[in-house]
C-alpha cells in the first residue's frame, strides 16, 4: 500500500524559510516520481516541484524557481521541498503526492495518482 505522509507545515512571515518532509512507503523511489502540488483557497491545484530519481531530473514551476529545492534521501524513503524567501503567494495546503513514472514535469504537470494529507503553509506578510 502507498503511503505519503507530509510534515513541516506552519506559519512564517515573509521572506522566511521552511522545510516540508513527506515520509513514503510502499514503493520504491525508482519507480515513482515524488511530487509537491498546492492549493490556495479559491485556486486550481497546481504543481510545485517533482523529482525523478530514476532518470534524475526535477522539475519546478516558474514562480518558486530558484526559492524552492526538491531533494530525496532514498536511505529514509523521505522527500524535502526546502522553501526559501517564502512570500505571501505561496500560503496553500502543499501534498505529497507519487506516480508510477520516470518524468517530472510530465508528472507536475498531471493529476499524480497518489496523495498525501496535505500539510498547510501560511506566510504572513
Known amino acids: 500500500e502507498v503511503q505519503l505522509v507530509e510534515s513541516g507545515g506552519g506559519l512564517v512571515q515573509a521572506g522566511g524559510s521552511l522545510r516540508l518532509s513527506c515520509a513514503v512507503s510502499g514503493f520504491s523511489f525508482d519507480d515513482y516520481v515524488i511530487g509537491w502540488f498546492r492549493q490556495a483557497p479559491g485556486k486550481e491545484r497546481e504543481g510545485v516541484s517533482c523529482i525523478s530519481s530514476s532518470v534524475g531530473s526535477t522539475y519546478y514551476r516558474d514562480s518558486v524557481k530558484g526559492r524552492f529545492t526538491i531533494s530525496s534521501d532514498n536511505a529514509k524513503n523521505t522527500v524535502y521541498l526546502q522553501m526559501n524567501s517564502l512570500k505571501p503567494e505561496d500560503t496553500a495546503v502543499y501534498y505529497c503526492?507519487?506516480?508510477?513514472?520516470?518524468?517530472?514535469?510530465?508528472?507536475?504537470?498531471?493529476?499524480?495518482?497518489?496523495w498525501g494529507q496535505g500539510t498547510q503553509v501560511t506566510v504572513s506578510s
Open positions: 503526492t507519487a506516480d508510477r513514472s520516470r518524468y517530472s514535469e510530465y508528472v507536475c504537470a498531471g493529476t499524480p495518482d497518489y
